[in-house]
């Protein structure tokens, strides 16, 4: 709590309303962290619009919470056991003081909302949290988030890895070396000069420098690689899915073309096998069995009998015109 700033007292009880607890706008400078974990049933806390700078300890013991707002306030370092909130799927952090985000974030594996405007982050979480400015870019800001902090996590857990394992070597070898390092230490102590005892000074100084180097150099890295990673990476599911789109789209039309095709040549088919039967029905009817037409002409009303009768007539002297015409030898014609 910072000082100089005396601490407000809330009544938690009265905020709470079903899994909803509602502390903004109340002046805090410390969140009361033990009357809201009284409350089992609260998933969603409003921290907005306070003092705070800080969540406190015991702030992580809060792992139930599914959503969480700290907009409007100046927080400058979230806790480095972030990443014990794993029900969290909504985290507002708009307009606060951050420069940075813990590694932990690598375990917030449901997070799909992360708001980071007006925070004065790093270029390197700012290159991979984004502008934030709608959902959508609120929504890839957590992924990015998530998935950098698991790959630097793993990374960084590989490189103490390999520097334990060489350090190991390093003693080996060193313990290889004992006996001349003792007997050249007892020539140094016989000749009665104490640069020996000097000189061990000056290494295990040196080393401890040299130690003390080596996560300074993985801070200062600290992210740089990352982001081309997760842009590579993005990059790359970018292209899968668009070429699966091409793929599905070039399916689907050929598809579509042979579906269409099949469905016009049985059409044309069905028109051509109904037309034929058509005219060998009229054939049949008008000039083998005069006697059925005449009955078919009894159901046809009175008011299109007329015209149906005079059609049929010039159709049926049409085709016996072009039938005798067709069966008369060229020489008459």
């Known amino acids: 709590m910072p000082k100089g700033v005396d601490k407000v007292k809330v009544n938690v009880k009265e905020r709470v309303e079903d899994e909803h607890c509602d502390l903004s706008l109340s002046e805090l400078t410390e969140i009361p962290v033990r009357e809201i974990a009284s409350f089992k049933r609260v998933t969603f806390l409003d921290l907005s619009s306070n003092r705070l700078v800080t969540l406190g300890r015991n702030f992580t013991t809060l792992t139930r919470l599914v959503k969480l707002d700290l907009s409007k306030n100046q927080i400058r370092m979230l806790p480095d056991d972030f990443g014990q909130l794993e029900h969290l799927r909504h985290l507002d952090l708009y307009n606060n003081s951050l420069e940075h985000l813990p590694l932990s974030f690598g375990r917030l594996s449901r997070l799909r909302y992360l708001d980071l405007k007006g925070n004065p982050l790093t270029p390197?979480?700012?290159?991979?949290v984004g502008r934030c400015s709608t959902l959508k870019d609120c929504q890839q800001a957590a992924k990015n988030t998530v998935n950098v902090c698991v790959n630097f996590k793993s990374e960084f857990l590989e490189r103490e890895r390999l520097a334990a394992a060489q350090e190991r070597q390093q003693m080996a070898g060193a313990g290889d070396g004992d006996g001349s390092t003792s007997s050249n230490h007892s020539t140094a102590k016989a000749n009665g000069g104490g640069g020996g005892e000097v000189n061990n000074k000056k290494s295990s100084k040196a080393n401890k420098k040299s130690k003390a180097k080596k996560p300074g150099a993985v801070n200062e890295?600290?992210?740089?690689?990352?982001?081309i990673h997760a842009a590579a990476v993005a990059t790359k599911t970018t292209n899968q899915k668009h070429n699966q789109k091409k793929k599905s789209s070039t399916t689907q039309g050929g598809n579509w073309f042979a579906t269409l095709s099949g469905v016009a040549f049985s059409s044309l088919m069905t028109f051509m096998?109904?037309?034929?039967?058509?005219?060998?029905?009229?054939?049949?009817?008008?000039?083998?069995?005069?006697?059925?037409?005449?009955?078919?002409?009894?159901?046809i009303p009175h008011q299109y009998?007329?015209?149906?009768?005079?059609?049929?007539?010039?159709?049926?002297?049409?085709?016996?015109?072009?039938i005798s015409e067709f069966r008369t030898p060229p020489e008459e014609h």
């Not at 890295?221 to 982001?227: A, C, D, Q, T, V």
């Not at 149906?308 to 049926?316: G, S």
Request: charged fraction near 30%.
């Open 305 to 322: 009998r007329d015209w149906i009768l005079t059609k049929t007539e010039i159709f049926r002297l049409r085709v016996t015109d072009w």
């Open 221 to 227: 890295n600290e992210l740089s690689i990352k982001p």
């Open 273 to 299: 096998l109904l037309f034929m039967v058509n005219v060998l029905i009229i054939y049949m009817i008008m000039f083998k069995n005069p006697e059925i037409a005449d009955k078919l002409v009894e159901y």
């Open 124 to 128: 390197a979480w700012e290159k991979i």
